[in-house]
């Protein structure tokens, strides 16, 4: 059974990832050569790509500050988005640079150092979960985190009500029948309602993994080509409301991560540009110069 015939769309890539992914690697390569070039120059290049770096963190904090505030539409916080996330890739070239390829010395740089790994791997992990929704299913608009407790007590109502009802063709005819509510029940009770009862599978989302869902659809199916036509219909319904329910689940893990990794992103960040600041003040006060 594929991806799509369980309500998921297979992971894609598309060749404008592609392209960015080259871009990055080319234009941090250039960002190297140049550093070479200016420090072969007789020039001390710490001062040149750690005004890049400064730089490119006043741009990323202005891209928090504006997405506060409310001062981007729909569409424009889309398109800085897709720029805030390209700006910080290359910025990870930036620090290497900075840094020249080492570990720091002092507590104060060590301090910087462990910030802007902490940023850089939140916001690495972020992307991840725009692309991990975009690529594994997606999240209706009436659903919230708040919501998906009732919405699954709900599913499981409805689940239950399905198995309960008798069949009504098997009950018409005074010629007891096969027992198809009780292997409908035995299956309801040993493989489907623990996870109807509860979230479920979350490492499973976690790693885009539908290993779990497939296994339970395979179940609903196998036992479907033995049943009669009510019954069938039964487990159909079942179905659907399995794919569902995993979407609920699928929803519960990308919205719970998202909100807790912002609470790590953003205060790292402005933690970082405090020290960063410190830093451009503490360089240029032991320094006789910046050329």
């Not at 070479?36 to 490119?56: E, H, K, Q, S």
């Not at 919230?144 to 407790?149: A, K, V």
């Amino acid at each position: 059974m594929t991806p799509d015939a369980i309500g998921r769309r297979p992971a894609k890539y598309p060749a404008s990832q592609i392209v960015q992914v080259a871009l990055i690697a080319a234009l941090s390569g250039a960002l190297f050569w140049l550093v070479w070039i200016y420090g072969n120059g007789l020039r001390d290049p710490r001062y040149l790509d750690g005004w890049i770096l400064a730089g490119g963190m006043g741009l990323q904090i202005s891209f928090h500050v504006a997405i506060k505030r409310g001062a981007f539409s729909p569409k424009s916080a889309t398109r800085w988005r897709k720029i805030h996330v390209f700006a910080g890739y290359l910025l990870i070239a930036a620090f290497i640079s900075h840094s020249d390829f080492s570990l720091p010395d002092t507590g104060f740089e060590w301090a910087l150092w462990a910030g802007f790994v902490l940023v850089t791997l939140s916001g690495i992990f972020g992307t991840y979960l725009a692309w991990s929704l975009k690529a594994k299913g997606h999240i209706d608009e009436g659903v919230s985190y708040d919501r998906i407790p009732a919405l699954r007590a709900e599913i499981a109502q409805k689940v239950y009500a399905i198995v309960a009802t008798p069949d009504l063709a098997a009950t018409a005819i005074a010629l007891p029948g096969l027992p198809h509510d009780a292997w409908i029940a035995d299956l309801y009770s040993t493989h489907l309602s623990a996870f109807f009862q509860g979230p479920r599978n979350m490492l499973a989302h976690l790693v885009g993994s539908q290993r779990p869902l497939r296994r339970m659809t395979d179940e609903i199916d196998a036992l479907s080509r033995y049943v009669g036509q009510q019954g069938q219909e039964k487990l159909g319904a079942i179905r659907r409301l399995a794919v569902e329910k995993d979407r609920l689940d699928f929803a519960r893990v990308y919205l719970s991560l998202t909100k807790g990794w912002l609470f790590l992103h953003v205060p790292v960040t402005y933690g970082l540009t405090v020290l960063g600041v410190l830093h451009v003040l503490v360089a240029y006060a032991f320094s006789s110069g910046a050329w």
